[in-house]
């Protein structure tokens, strides 16, 4: 079976406490480059030996290397520099929030960005090696149009031709490398599914109601002529940070839109009501595939595999079961805090995924 697999992850692994002494040690000047480099291999190859050890088929790095899911990959760009939060945009329950990218230049990729790492991930599993990166419209959608320098791009149609042909160099530099399996993280499209940051966005001078076409254009765009033998996927969902989330709502207004994107699946989050019920899924096109985010990240409990199992049976009646996979709703560790959920039970969760899977069609 071609990925995304019936029992798959999202990406991001809560950080070893090893590790996060070790980074913590380098940002105080006490610890050397090299030294932390060590400290990440090491917990990369704990973190890959437990994923294998659970019958996961896609294995990731855990995200390890990065400080946040996406502004360690957007950074890298060229024209991007890296900022405070808007308030629209911010994380309820906690004071402290993760910057955001803004657009001070032209967008390029001059150079190959995290293609070392996931080399490193290659050379150390057996199963399938997993790539996580930032969609495009991460470049846009926090900050709007305010985000974009209109000194660097007083036409927006040409920031989204140059975020595309970024983006189709950087896809092409991990398929040079061996790369099969790519992952796209976006919170735009879930987070247009909440009024309040609809409303956040005509504040920015956008209209909420042509931003999903806009998002799925510009995604498309940066994957035409991908590679060759290339599973590409989409993640979703409403913000993670530190077990807080930032919108609700379902998916019914961008399902459309969103799954005019080519890619071949999608992971969704559906573990809670804040994303409402299945029946948007059957915009889904045939033979995509929807990943069931069913179990949370956000809380430890374990959930019952016998609920997971009912709630699977409900999707089906959208999408024909053979396209549906199940997941976790997001990482365990989006960021370098992590989730208030312990090691233990992120990997109680994985395997009851696999388990689930296992039971359900007969293979994970």
Known sequence: MMPPFRADQVGSLLRPAALAAARAQFKRGELSARKLRDAEDDSIRGVVAAQESIGLRSITDGELRRDYWHIDFLSQLDGVTITAMANRSRFGGTEEQPPMATV??????SKPIMVDAFAYLQGIT???????????SMLYMRGGRNAVSNEAYPDLAEFWRDVAVAYQRAIRYFAERGCTYL?????????????????????????PGALPRTFADAVNAAL??????????MHTCRGNFRSSW????????IAEAM???DVDGFFMEFDSARAGSFEPLRFLP?????????????????????????RIEAASAYVPMENLCLSPQCGFSSTHHGNAVSEAEQWRK???IVQVARDVWGEA
């Open 246 to 253: 930032v919108a609700e709502g379902g998916y019914e207004s």
């Open 104 to 109: 001070t230049g032209k967008i390029g990729c």
């Open 259 to 261: 799954f005019s994107i």
């Open 224 to 233: 035409q002529g991908r590679p060759p033998g290339m599973t590409i996927t």
């Open 350 to 352: 994985l395997e009851l």
């Open 286 to 310: 045939q033979p995509k595939r929807a990943v069931l985010g069913l179990v949370t990240t956000k809380q430890g409990a374990i959930e019952s595999a016998d609920e997971v199992k009912r």
């Open 183 to 207: 992952q796209l993280d976006d919170v735009s499209f879930a987070y247009l599914c909440d009024p309040k940051f609809r409303e956040g966005c005509r504040s920015n001078g956008d209209d």
């Open 126 to 136: 057996r199963g399938t090696a997993k790539v996580t990166i930032p969609s495009p």
